[in-house]
């Protein structure tokens, strides 16, 4: 009966921002967010996207039929454009309800392709990572297991760490990636660090499973953000890719992904959608619609691109400006430790190195939102609050 299910453990974003929303103290500041925020602390609708939304709703041929199973054509195409620099017959490609679905179907894809193995390949998520992924491969039938790739000392990248741990793994070991802006630490392997990871994955025949869900949000330049995706298709790794709309485009709730599959042929290609389509089927027919519609009109118009990018690259400027703000701030009050890895660090997180006492002791104390893990969502700062955080988290750390 109902009465006998085990309550899960809460997800610790979703019961903090909980906590927050019920907390009634007037200078209360949410650096959990994992949605971008304005300079006014408020959600953004992308000019660009309120543009393209008008666009389809005054269109003749605006309504809300289904889409097919494998999703909407037009908007894969430009997608995969976006994000593999291409589009060609021999990519498969889903259209999918956010970065999450995108990930589910080539968990759900994986499992399927494997089932008849008596040796599955493991699926290695770094450490530390979304706190989604485990669960969501999980969830599909997978074991799964971490690498390394931070050095809590140096709070940086441990990329030795992690191209050994890469070089060891059994052939043909799965590794989810983050294309770019590494959720929580903010640490990216460099080009030169992604060109040395490719050639291994090549030697080793490893899958890459990109997880692409910020392509934009670490460099402001949508094309340099896929580097470590380009670098990998040109070495010619075996490669899934999620990506996500989420951020880039500030369309969270509407849920727009895809995933995206290049294969040796036309001829493979075609297999694998028709096993997409076989899956997606049972699992939820087909992917939301309207969102979709409104990416396109962006994607395929010169002008309304050109404006999208404007818009995420005044996003990641606004948040490297609250990175360097901060830690001018923290520097200029000579709060106890190093602070820079705070701008070498990219994209909507910096993994800040606060213990969980200190995270604690600024949500009770001081009503600073952010997880035990000390991750900072840079887009939870603005010009009003950056002040009582700087001198919060000094005080945090020096008592
Ligand atoms: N992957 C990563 C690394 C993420 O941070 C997120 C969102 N927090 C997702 C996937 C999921 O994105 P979406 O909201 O599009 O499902």
């Known amino acids: 009966t109902y009465n006998e299910i085990e309550?899960?453990?809460?997800?610790?974003?979703?019961?903090?921002?909980?906590?927050?929303?019920?907390d009634k103290n007037g200078s209360k500041v949410n650096l959990a967010p994992g949605t971008y925020r304005d300079q006014d602390?408020?959600?953004?609708?992308?000019?660009?996207?309120?543009?393209?939304?008008?666009?389809?709703?005054?269109?003749?041929?605006?309504?809300?039929?289904?889409?097919?199973i494998q999703g909407h054509q037009?908007?894969?195409?430009?997608?995969?454009?976006?994000?593999?620099?291409?589009?060609?017959?021999?990519?498969a490609s889903l259209h999918t309800s956010g970065g999450t679905g995108a990930c589910h179907m080539g968990a759900v894809l994986l499992k399927r392709l494997f089932r008849n193995s008596p040796n599955p390949p493991s699926i290695y998520i770094s450490?530390?990572?979304?706190?989604n992924h485990h669960s969501v491969f999980r969830h599909a039938g997978h074991q799964t297991s971490s690498y390394p790739i931070y050095n809590t000392q140096a709070k940086s990248l441990d990329f030795k760490a992690m191209r050994n741990f890469v070089a060891q793994a059994d052939p043909n070991s799965i590794f989810v990636l983050h294309a770019c802006a590494h959720n929580p630490t903010g640490c990216d392997p460099s080009p030169e660090q992604w060109?040395?990871?490719?050639?291994?994955?090549?030697?080793?025949?490893?899958?890459?499973?990109?997880?692409?869900?910020?392509?934009?949000?670490?460099?402001?330049?949508?094309?340099?953000d896929v580097y470590s995706i380009a670098t990998f298709s040109r070495q010619g790794v075996q490669m899934l890719v999620a990506q996500s709309f989420s951020k880039n485009a500030g369309m969270y709730g509407e849920r727009l992904g895809a995933l995206h599959i290049p294969c040796d042929s036309a001829d493979a290609a075609a297999k694998v959608v028709d096993l997409l389509k076989y899956l997606n089927r049972r699992e939820v027919s087909t992917a939301p619609r309207f969102a979709?519609?409104?990416?396109?009109?962006?994607?395929?118009s010169n002008d309304l691109y050109e404006d999208w990018k404007v818009d995420v690259a005044t996003m990641a400027d606004r948040m490297a400006d609250m990175r360097k703000q901060l830690v001018d701030l923290l520097i200029r009050m000579k709060t106890p430790g190093d602070w820079n890895h705070i701008t070498a660090q990219k994209g909507m997180f910096s993994y800040t190195g606060l213990s969980a006492k200190q995270c604690e002791?600024?949500?009770e104390d001081c009503h600073i939102y952010l997880p035990p893990s000390g991750r900072?969502?840079?887009?939870?700062?603005?010009?009003?609050?950056?002040?009582?955080v700087a001198k919060s988290i000094d005080f945090a750390v020096r008592n």
């Open 292 to 300: 979709s519609d409104i990416m396109t009109k962006i994607l395929t």
């Open 41 to 68: 602390g408020n959600p953004w609708v992308l000019p660009s996207v309120r543009k393209a939304t008008q666009l389809v709703m005054n269109s003749p041929s605006y309504n809300h039929e289904y889409l097919g």
């Open 7 to 22: 309550l899960s453990i809460p997800d610790t974003m979703f019961a903090l921002k909980a906590r927050y929303d019920a």
């Open 376 to 388: 900072l969502s840079l887009t939870g700062l603005t010009t009003h609050n950056l002040e009582y």
């Open 195 to 224: 060109d040395e990871l490719a050639q291994l994955f090549k030697e080793k025949s490893h899958i890459a499973f990109f997880d692409c869900a910020y392509q934009g949000y670490a460099s402001g330049d949508l094309q340099e």
């Open 361 to 363: 002791y600024l949500t």
């Open 74 to 91: 037009e908007f894969l195409k430009a997608a995969a454009q976006l994000i593999l620099g291409k589009w060609s017959p021999d990519i």
């Open 127 to 131: 450490d530390p990572s979304w706190e």
